[in-house]
């Protein structure tokens, strides 16, 4: 087995406090559990995760990847691609480049 999928969404950051991450948090909260992957993908709430310029920010764990300005309508993507953790891939279309 390998590392536990981790989300973490900066809802402590002023800059993605402001641009409404807290709704994003909780739409994550609502598609892991619609999809029944509340036990296989850690959902945390985080500090600023150095990606301001893009907020509302997630990381993924431990691909350490990137998403930026995210909305709640995009959690459901976002889930969706972490579904079968083996063959993880990125939305990239919301991927913060670097
Ligand atoms: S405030 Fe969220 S990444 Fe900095």
Not at 21 to 38: D, I, R, S
Request: proline share 5%.
């Amino acid at each position: 087995m390998g590392e536990k999928l981790k989300l973490f969404v900066c809802t402590k950051g002023k800059h993605c406090k402001k641009q409404g991450a807290k709704k994003v948090y909780c739409a994550m909260l609502e598609q892991l559990e619609e999809m029944g992957l509340e036990d296989d993908v850690c959902l945390k709430k985080s500090e600023c995760l150095g990606q301001c310029s893009k907020a509302p920010a997630v990381q993924v764990k431990p691909h350490n990847y990137y998403y930026g300005k995210i909305g709640p309508d995009d959690c459901e993507k976002i889930i969706k691609s972490l579904e079968t953790p083996k063959k993880t891939k990125p939305v990239k279309k919301l991927l913060i480049k670097r």
